[in-house]
C-alpha cells in the first residue's frame, strides 16, 4: 500500500479511494457555482447550430463553471481537515433562462 | 399583347414569391446540406482517432465497474477524470423532428448527431486518462443535461436546441509487475 500524499486532497467517484482504507467518514460536502451565457458567445453559438455539432463556447464555460463548482467543493472538504473526498458526482440544472447551476457534491473522508 | 401580360404576371408573382421561398427556407435548405456533411465529417475524423487509441492499447482503458479490471497489479495512485461536450443538432434536423412529432415514432434524423456527441465524449475522456497517464478509467459515469431548450411556438428565432454530455470517471495507476 502506498503511503498517503500530504497537503493533497484526493478526489474518487467510487465507494473508496483506490489504494487506501477510509478510516472516518466526515459527511457531506458541496459546491456549487450558477453561470449566464455570454451574449456574444451565444449568438456565436446560435450560427453554429444552423449544421448541428459541437458548440465549443457551451463546453468550455460548463467546463469552467463544473471546475469552479469542484473547487468549492474541495475547500469545503479542505475546511473539515479532509484528505480525500469519496462518490463524487455532478448534477447540472437550468435556473431562470440562460443561466445553469453546476453542483458537486461527495463524502469527505479521512484515508490511511 | 395578351402574351406580354401573362408574361408580366408570371414576372410580377412567381419572382417575389420564388424569393419569399427562398428566405423562408434557404437558411433550413443551407442547413440541410452543409450540416450533412459537417456531421458525416466530425463522425469520420472521430471514428478514425479512436481507431488509432483503441489500437495502440491492449484493451479498453474505460469501464463502469468500481474496481479495475486487471486484479493482478496494485493501485499506486488514483484521481478524478472528467470530459465534457455539449452538441446542437441542425436546424434542419429540429425541423424535421418538429414534424415528427406530430405523428410520433421512432426519430432516425437525430440518431446520427445524437451518436456522435456519445462517442466524441467517450473518446475524450480516453484521451484524457490516457494525457494524464491513468492505466484505467473505473466505475465511468455519463450524464446528459438539456442546456438550450428550442422554443419554436413562442420565439421564432431561437431554433437550436442544445444538450450537454458529461463523463467521469476514477482515473487509477497501477504498479508494474
Given at each position: 500500500?502506498?503511503?498517503?500524499?500530504?497537503?493533497?486532497?484526493?478526489?474518487?467517484?467510487?465507494?473508496?479511494?483506490?489504494?487506501?482504507?477510509?478510516?472516518?467518514?466526515?459527511?457531506?460536502?458541496?459546491?456549487?457555482?450558477?453561470?449566464?451565457?455570454?451574449?456574444?458567445k451565444?449568438?456565436?453559438?446560435?450560427?453554429?447550430?444552423?449544421?448541428?455539432?459541437?458548440?465549443?463556447?457551451?463546453?468550455?464555460?460548463?467546463?469552467?463553471a463544473?471546475?469552479?463548482?469542484?473547487?468549492?467543493?474541495?475547500?469545503?472538504?479542505?475546511?473539515?481537515?479532509?484528505?480525500?473526498?469519496?462518490?463524487?458526482?455532478?448534477?447540472?440544472?437550468?435556473?431562470?433562462?440562460?443561466?445553469?447551476?453546476?453542483?458537486?457534491?461527495?463524502?469527505?473522508?479521512?484515508?490511511? | 399583347?395578351?402574351e406580354?401580360?401573362?408574361?408580366?404576371?408570371?414576372?410580377?408573382?412567381?419572382?417575389?414569391?420564388?424569393?419569399?421561398l427562398?428566405?423562408?427556407?434557404?437558411?433550413?435548405?443551407?442547413?440541410?446540406?452543409?450540416?450533412?456533411?459537417?456531421q458525416?465529417?466530425?463522425?469520420?475524423?472521430?471514428?478514425?482517432?479512436?481507431?488509432?487509441?483503441?489500437?495502440?492499447?491492449?484493451?479498453?482503458?474505460?469501464?463502469?465497474?468500481?474496481?479495475?479490471?486487471?486484479?493482478?497489479?496494485?493501485?499506486?495512485?488514483?484521481?478524478?477524470?472528467?470530459?465534457?461536450l455539449?452538441?446542437?443538432?441542425?436546424?434542419?434536423?429540429?425541423?424535421?423532428?418538429?414534424?415528427?412529432?406530430?405523428?410520433?415514432?421512432?426519430?432516425?434524423?437525430?440518431?446520427?448527431?445524437?451518436?456522435?456527441?456519445?462517442?466524441e465524449?467517450?473518446?475524450?475522456?480516453?484521451?484524457?486518462?490516457?494525457?494524464?497517464?491513468?492505466?484505467?478509467?473505473?466505475?465511468?459515469?455519463?450524464?446528459?443535461a438539456?442546456i438550450?431548450?428550442?422554443?419554436?411556438?413562442?420565439?421564432?428565432?431561437?431554433?437550436?436546441?442544445?444538450?450537454?454530455?458529461?463523463?467521469?470517471?476514477?482515473?487509477?495507476?497501477?504498479?508494474?509487475?
Amino acid at each position: 500500500m502506498s503511503p498517503v500524499p500530504q497537503g493533497q486532497l484526493m478526489l474518487s467517484n467510487t465507494e473508496t479511494i483506490p489504494g487506501f482504507t477510509i478510516a472516518q467518514t466526515l459527511g457531506l460536502v458541496t459546491g456549487s457555482t450558477v453561470r449566464a451565457k455570454n451574449v456574444f458567445k451565444d449568438i456565436g453559438a446560435g450560427f453554429k447550430s444552423v449544421v448541428g455539432g459541437e458548440l465549443r463556447a457551451y463546453t468550455e464555460l460548463l467546463q469552467e463553471a463544473r471546475n469552479e463548482a469542484l473547487n468549492r467543493m474541495m475547500q469545503d472538504a479542505m475546511s473539515r481537515n479532509a484528505n480525500g473526498v469519496v462518490n463524487v458526482r455532478f448534477a447540472t440544472s437550468s435556473v431562470a433562462g440562460g443561466a445553469a447551476e453546476l453542483f458537486a457534491y461527495g463524502t469527505a473522508v479521512i484515508v490511511q | 399583347m395578351a402574351e406580354d401580360s401573362v408574361a408580366s404576371v408570371i414576372l410580377a408573382v412567381f419572382i417575389p414569391l420564388f424569393f419569399v421561398l427562398l428566405f423562408a427556407f434557404g437558411p433550413y435548405l443551407l442547413s440541410a446540406v452543409v450540416g450533412t456533411f459537417h456531421q458525416r465529417g466530425l463522425q469520420k475524423r472521430l471514428d478514425i482517432r479512436k481507431q488509432v487509441t483503441l489500437s495502440s492499447l491492449p484493451i479498453d482503458p474505460i469501464h463502469s465497474l468500481s474496481r479495475p479490471a486487471n486484479v493482478n497489479r496494485p493501485i499506486q495512485g488514483s484521481g478524478l477524470v472528467m470530459a465534457n461536450l455539449s452538441i446542437s443538432p441542425s436546424w434542419w434536423q429540429m425541423f424535421v423532428v418538429s414534424i415528427h412529432s406530430l405523428f410520433g415514432g421512432n426519430i432516425t434524423t437525430l440518431d446520427s448527431v445524437i451518436r456522435w456527441g456519445r462517442e466524441e465524449v467517450i473518446q475524450r475522456l480516453r484521451e484524457e486518462a490516457l494525457n494524464q497517464g491513468w492505466d484505467e478509467v473505473i466505475n465511468v459515469r455519463l450524464e446528459t443535461a438539456m442546456i438550450r431548450k428550442s422554443s419554436n411556438a413562442s420565439n421564432r428565432k431561437d431554433r437550436g436546441a442544445a444538450m450537454e454530455y458529461l463523463i467521469y470517471g476514477t482515473g487509477v495507476r497501477l504498479s508494474p509487475v
